[in-house]
């Protein structure tokens, strides 16, 4: 399934405003949205890294990161939830 992705900015707005509450501090929103910035870039590294090997090599590689990544992000969207 291919999905797109209009920015990265455009995907933090989407994490920011689906994970943390209206009245964020705006030293927490900033912190947040670097932090968030430094993992896509670190991710970008990494499909760069994945780019130069062969298929199922990039495919071993990708693919417990994504998972770790997505695992992680539910595991905060959950308890974001929980306390909103």
């Not at 920011?16 to 870039?41: L, V």
Request: proline residues 4%.
């Amino acid at each position: 399934m291919m999905t797109t992705i209009e920015s990265l900015q455009a995907e933090w707005k989407k994490y920011r405003d689906a994970i943390y509450p209206k009245d964020t501090s705006s030293i927490q929103n900033r912190e947040t949205h670097q932090a968030f910035f430094a993992g896509a870039f670190i991710m970008t590294k990494a499909m760069e890294i994945a780019a130069a090997l062969p298929e199922d090599d990039a495919i071993k590689f990708l693919v417990p990161l994504i998972g770790e990544a997505e695992q992680v992000c539910q595991n905060i969207k959950a308890i974001m939830e929980a306390r909103n």
